[in-house]
């Protein structure tokens, strides 16, 4: 006789009970793995994280501008006005775009409604 494998996702406080209903609901004979699921991390916490990446991130802009700058003032002379020059001042006016918009990011405003 063929076996088949059954995934079902069902609410319970106690394991032991999830495998009490397997048992009444489908025999004794049945082989039930039972594993809890953990729970999605809360609205909040996920909000909490993006605002976290969003930190990160501008740690690592504000490092690339640093470096683009710190080319830009140990350039020879010999290329100072240069095209070479002009793409460095155009990158860090970039960076320098970027971090102020992730300046802006605010996470304060956003309150989740209850779920009563």
Do not use: H
């Amino acid at each position: 006789m063929p076996n088949y494998k059954i995934t079902l996702t069902v609410p319970a406080a106690r394991i032991d009970m999830v495998r009490k209903m397997c048992q009444s609901a489908f025999g004794k004979d049945v082989s039930a793995q039972v594993t809890k699921i953990e729970q999605q991390p809360s609205r909040g916490e996920r909000l909490a994280d993006a605002e976290g990446w969003v930190a990160d991130a501008k740690n690592v802009v504000t490092e690339l501008r640093d470096e683009m700058e710190s080319w830009r003032d140990n350039m020879p002379e010999t290329l100072r006005g240069g095209p070479k020059m002009d793409e460095i001042e155009e990158c860090i006016s970039a960076l320098e775009e970027v971090e102020s918009a992730l300046d802006g990011v605010d996470f304060d405003g956003v309150s989740f409604p209850s779920m009563m």
